[in-house]
């Protein structure tokens, strides 16, 4: 592949070659990129995109590394990491009285490659409402609007507002809330495959306290409930279909039959699983984790065996959430 005018765009002196992608993904897993590029700022990362558009070089914006899994042959291409920074108040209502400003809600603007977890600390240090439940949220903001991170019963999308978002042809456009069709770990992105520049979040006031409180309490969840500090991509498979965890007779929460994945491999007795590597987590059964050992072709392989095991057992398919990037060979 010719990468000569795409160097020449993006600077010699800013291009990593052969950059191993175990750097840069929470699984510690996958080959080299061809070319590595860092944008720091949305006019890099825009140029980046619309560089590797012009001169037709496969191309890939990754934020913090969370939710992929690269494959151990990396990626033919150029991978764009999106290490923009800016969060900023774009607008308020309230008023102000004996010269305070009385909030009751704001606009809050971040970059995509903004961390998740930062964006959420900015909106409770600043008494902000909605996405407290979040914190501890892995990634960036681009992926959590990619994929409508949720943690329990709250999604990221519900106070989205506005995305901002390069297209195939390179050209900027926006999203409101109403044309981004959110629903449960999906967004309009995975299908037109654009990419996220920024998005916009309606926040209503709230008890500074409080909502730390509400934060906190979330961040010993997901210690509690997930295999926290060693590496691993999250959640490997999506929810399964309600249709089939009402025909399985599934454990209601709420009233609805649960569809946790991660109940029916440990029902299926798939806990402490291995394949070279790569381990399904005590601590959450959706959750492969990566012993220092692992291969991301063990990765591939221990996701085939739970698979198949789990269309034996329950006649239920189930759908990757991890996302995969490059060539795969499974053993047959």
């Avoid at 140029?47 to 012009?54: D, E, H, N, R, T």
């Avoid at 004996?98 to 903004?114: F, H, P, R, T, W």
């Avoid at 914190?135 to 709250?154: D, E, F, I, Q, R």
């Avoid at 065996?305 to 329950?314: C, G, L, Q, R």
């Amino acid at each position: 592949m010719n990468y000569t005018f795409i160097i020449q765009a993006l600077g010699r002196d800013k291009l990593k070659f052969d950059e191993p992608l175990t750097l840069h993904t929470y699984f510690k897993l996958g080959g080299p990129a061809d070319l590595f590029y860092e944008a720091k700022t949305l006019e890099e990362l825009t140029l980046a995109v619309q560089a590797a558009i012009l001169y037709k070089v496969p191309y890939l914006v990754i934020g913090g590394g969370s939710n992929i899994l690269v494959t151990d042959t990396g990626y033919r291409g150029l991978i764009i990491k999106n290490k923009t920074t800016g969060i900023k108040l774009k607008g308020i209502t309230g008023g102000v009285e004996a010269g305070k400003i009385d909030l009751k809600e704001a606009i809050v603007q971040a970059d995509s490659g903004v961390p998740a977890n930062l964006l959420i600390r900015y909106t409770l240090d600043q008494g902000l409402l909605g996405l407290e439940n979040m914190l501890g949220l892995p990634g960036s903001v681009g992926g959590a609007v990619y994929n409508n991170s949720h943690h329990l019963k709250n999604l990221f999308g519900d106070h989205v507002i506005e995305v901002e978002a390069i297209d195939k042809l390179g050209e900027i456009k926006k999203y409101t809330q109403s044309e981004l069709q959110f629903d449960y770990d999906y967004s309009i992105f995975h299908k037109t495959k654009e990419i996220i520049l920024s998005a916009a979040f309606q926040l209503k006031r709230g008890d500074k306290d409080a909502l730390w409180s509400i934060a906190n309490e979330a961040v010993k969840r997901r210690s509690s409930t997930q295999p926290l500090g060693v590496p691993s991509s999250g959640c490997i498979f999506k929810n399964i279909p309600l249709a089939d965890a009402m025909r399985l007779g599934l454990p209601a929460q709420a009233g609805t039959p649960l569809r946790s994945v991660g109940y029916l491999i440990d029902k299926a007795g798939l806990k402490g699983t291995r394949v070279g590597g790569a381990v399904v987590s005590d601590v959450h059964a959706n959750f492969i984790v990566n012993d220092g050992t692992a291969t991301s072709q063990d990765v591939l392989e221990l996701i085939k065996e739970i698979k198949n095991k789990i269309k034996t057992k329950f006649g239920v398919s189930l759908t990757e959430e991890v996302i995969l990037i490059g060539d795969t060979i499974l053993s047959t």
